[in-house]
């Protein structure tokens, strides 16, 4: 998908993009639409691992949009981004945007069944407030109510068009109508959602999780005899499910598998656990950079959210609507 490019002008002199070391090329590509340079900083380290950030271009009464996704490594990321933010606070920056196309610590963001355990996506939106982060913007929350533990404006970007646009490319009326498929009972609402804009029909895959990253597919509710299949999710991480949900789907008579999502987190053994799958096509986007053995994987193809991110942040510096961008 194609969006207009900020104008070089007056107002896109005030605007300045800096970037850690978590989405360098996305951080590229999107300077590069809204045809700006990413501001100079140095993000390295002492010898005992600190992090030491320091901006080598002028800042003072500059608004500032910091892209950096809290990923792997994950604690490292998040204190980039919260010393870049410091730094520039301190530095007399007019406002700092956070842009988090992958918002880590997400999944904490409740105690289940009276665990005592914290509500690590809650700390998170604490330290990265009290550093001046003044908003916040990120790409298909895991959770939308997380966005109650801001006290700041928090944009959240749906991934969909891009998604969309690849999956109609997929398939051809002959085919007939494909099955959307939530891997859970959770993620209902974003497959029908998505069913919606493609004209799929809609089934569930019944799941019970033993642990954290370990899941069971059980059943399958609804027909997906002879059918391709699409699996949608807002993240991939150790691909458990993923494998288990296309054995289910391969026994009760699937043609073509793929699957969808936006933040192909992969860790663990994910690159294994979709090799070995009857996943056809794994498909996610760029709001994390691949590893060299997952770009090396056959079966995992990234669609990039420059375009997407590039337009929103253009919406957000000359204060038009984005909600807009998803009607």
């Known amino acids: 998908m194609s969006y207009p490019q900020l104008r070089d002008d007056n107002a896109n002199q005030e605007m300045m993009l800096v970037t850690g070391n978590a989405n360098r090329t996305l951080a590229k590509n999107v300077a590069a639409r809204m045809l700006m340079r990413l501001t100079r900083l140095e993000v390295d380290r002492f010898t005992d691992g ?10 003072r009464g500059k608004d500032v949009y910091i892209l950096q996704s809290i990923a792997t490594p994950v604690n490292t990321s998040l204190m980039e981004l919260m010393l870049i933010a410091d730094a520039a606070r301190r530095g007399s920056a007019r406002s700092v945007t956070a842009v988090v196309p992958y918002l880590g610590y997400s999944r904490q963001d409740r105690r289940p069944r009276g665990n005592r355990t914290p509500i ?35 944009e959240n970007i749906y991934a969909s068009p891009v998604l969309l646009g690849d999956m109609t490319r997929q398939f051809n009326a002959a085919e007939g109508k494909p099955v959307m498929i939530s891997p859970d009972i959770g993620g209902v609402a974003r497959a029908r959602a998505m069913a919606t804009q493609v004209e799929a029909d809609l089934a569930i895959i019944d799941k019970r999780r033993s642990a954290a990253n370990v899941a069971e597919a059980m059943h399958i509710i609804g027909d997906v005899a002879d059918r391709n299949c699409i699996l949608i999710d807002d993240m991939i991480d150790t691909a458990g499910t993923l494998r288990t949900a296309s054995e289910a789907l391969r026994r009760a008579g699937a043609k073509k598998i793929l699957a969808y999502c936006t933040h192909l987190v992969l860790s663990g053994r994910a690159i294994e656990n979709i090799t070995e799958s009857h996943i056809d096509e794994v498909v996610g986007t760029d709001s994390l950079e691949l590893s060299k053995e997952a770009a090396l994987c056959s079966k995992i193809r990234c669609l990039s959210v420059a375009d997407l ?14 909600g807009s961008l998803f009607i």
Request: aromatic fraction near 6%.
């Open 50 to 59: 600190e992090v030491r950030v320091e901006f080598e271009d002028h800042i």
């Open 120 to 154: 690590s996506a809650a700390v998170v939106a604490d330290l990265l407030t009290a550093v001046g982060i003044s908003r916040m913007v990120t790409v298909d929350v895991h959770a939308e109510q997380i966005q109650g533990f801001y006290r700041i404006p928090f």
């Open 309 to 322: 991110l590039a337009e929103s942040l253009s919406r957000i510096h000359g204060q038009r609507s984005i």
